[in-house]
Structures are given as structure tokens and as C-alpha cells.
């Protein structure tokens, strides 16, 4: 089992930025791949932004290329996601997830945290 913990969401009016953390702890060493993704009121969840946790390989969706950074501290088990000139579009439920090696899709999942962008 994977715990994994989310933070840092909130209010920012656009153009503004917002870091999210992902604690994670237990099983840890068999996760190969953490990522954040989104799910605005009345949409599907959406994928936003995965990284390796061996080589640090990045991912993102076209949307957020440019604005958004996936990042990760190994000695803390944290992923960071930093978000910048942030838009009313962005605004969602952020959550974090890791999969494993060998795993079809992500299996464990952060309970989330709210952005809200204001225009």
C-alpha cells in the first residue's frame, strides 16, 4: 500500500501561482511512476502531469506545457507540482497517484486539493 497525501491548493487570481506537494510513505520503493491530474466540476478527470522516479522522466498535457512543473524530492518521497501563470480553466481538483512497475494504470490515489483560479 501507498499513502499519499496532497497540499498546497487554494485561491489565486490568474496570471498568479500555486506549488502542490504529494507526501508519499509505505510501499514507496515499488512505485515507478507518480503523476497529478484534475477533475473540474462536471468534467471527467483529466491527466496533467506524470514523472519517473528513476531518471526524473516528465510528462504533460498539452494544456498546462509551458506553465506547469512536475518535480520531485527523493530523501522527502514528495513530487511538487509548481503552476504558473495560472488560468480560470486550471481550476479543479488536483490529485496526486503512483503506479508501479508493471501496473496498467495508477493504483493508488491522494484524496485531493482544490485550486481555484479567480479572473
Known amino acids: 500500500q501507498v499513502q499519499l497525501v496532497e497540499s498546497g491548493g487554494g485561491l489565486v487570481q490568474a496570471g498568479g501561482s500555486l506549488r502542490l506537494s504529494c507526501a508519499a510513505s509505505?510501499?514507496?520503493?515499488?512505485?515507478?511512476?507518480m503523476g497529478w491530474f484534475r477533475q473540474a466540476p462536471g468534467k471527467e478527470r483529466e491527466f496533467v502531469a506524470t514523472?519517473?522516479?528513476?531518471?526524473?522522466?516528465?510528462n504533460y498535457a498539452d494544456s498546462v506545457k509551458g506553465r506547469f512543473t512536475i518535480s520531485r524530492d527523493s530523501a522527502k518521497n514528495t513530487v511538487y507540482l509548481q503552476m504558473n501563470s495560472l488560468k480560470p480553466e486550471d481550476t479543479a481538483v488536483y490529485y496526486c497517484?503512483?503506479?508501479?512497475?508493471?501496473?496498467?494504470?495508477?493504483?493508488?490515489w491522494g484524496q485531493g486539493t482544490q485550486v481555484t483560479v479567480s479572473s
Open positions: 497517484a503512483s503506479r508501479s512497475l508493471g501496473a496498467t494504470g495508477y493504483e493508488y
Open positions: 509505505g510501499r514507496t520503493q515499488s512505485s515507478l511512476f
Open positions: 514523472i519517473t522516479l528513476i531518471g526524473s522522466n516528465t
